[in-house]
T-cell receptor, first 119, second 109 residues
Framework: DAGVTQSPTHLIKTRGQHVTLRCSPI?????VSWYQQVLGQGPQFIFQ???????GRGNFPDRFSARQFPNYSSELNVNALLLGDSALYLC??????????????????FGAGSRLTVL | GIQVEQSPPDLILQEGANSTLRCNFS?????LQWFHQNPWGQLINLFY???GTKQNGRLSATTVATERYSLLYISSSQTTDSGVYFC???????????FGQGTRLTINP
């Protein structure tokens, strides 16, 4: 079975441009989450989508947006890129939504990431 | 929000050594997970361990939820164990994992 797949793997943009990152979850997983990882830090939560609805949003500006499609794949869009947006963008999928219950359905499986460099 | 502290920040060992990584939480543990990030950036889920002890080969993990900490043990380290180890826990109703800053483990041959 394929794991979580992300594209593109690497990309270089200039300030002010727009970028779209794509993610396909594990088959059967309905939840997709996006994380940003800046060099030397742990991943930071950006968005979570479950059944095509936004279920969580981290502390990121409105330049960041996302959506989930009927096949549960997802896109992360970032407008008006800044140098500080340079990071590894990670997508993760899970079976469950994660309402605090101790369930293996809350385990996240991550993709290999999309490494964005903004010049 | 929940705070996650990992220690030590860096650890350098010789191949064959054992190590213990620690994770402290400021709030109750919900869905604690340990990850290994390899040099290429891939995050691999090692354990889902909201409480108790689990073992997988040379790795084991223990979470003491009542005291809000978790430990990851690596025995007989190999160079392929090198990388950054993160612990993370679920916060709130959304699938938001809050990560620690990580422990960078370097295993020298």
């Amino acid at each position: 079975d394929a794991g979580v797949t992300q594209s593109p793997t690497h990309l270089i943009k200039t300030r002010g441009q727009h970028v779209t990152l794509r993610c396909s979850p594990i088959s059967g997983h309905k939840s997709v989450s996006w994380y940003q990882q800046v060099l030397g830090q742990g991943p930071q939560f950006i968005f979570q989508y479950y059944e095509k609805e936004e279920r969580g949003r981290g502390n990121f500006p409105d330049r960041f947006s996302a959506r989930q499609f009927p096949n549960y794949s997802s896109e992360l869009n970032v407008n008006a890129l800044l140098l500080g947006d340079s990071a590894l963008y990670l997508c993760a999928s899970s079976l469950g939504l994660g309402f605090g219950s101790h369930s293996g359905a809350n385990v996240l499986t991550f993709g290999a990431g999309s490494r964005l460099t903004v010049l | 929000g929940i705070q996650v502290e990992q220690s030590p920040p860096d650890l350098i060992l010789q191949e064959g050594a054992n190590s213990t990584l620690r994770c402290n939480f400021s709030d109750s543990v919900n869905n604690l997970q340990w990850f290994h990030q390899n040099p290429w950036g891939q995050l691999i889920n090692l354990f889902y361990i909201p409480s108790g002890t689990k073992q997988n080969g040379r790795l084991s993990a223990t979470t003491v939820a009542t005291e809000r900490y978790s430990l990851l043990y690596i025995s007989s380290s190999q160079t392929t164990d090198s990388g950054v180890y993160f612990c993370a826990d679920h916060a709130g109703g959304a699938q938001k994992l809050v990560f620690g800053q990580g422990t960078r483990l370097t295993i020298n041959p």
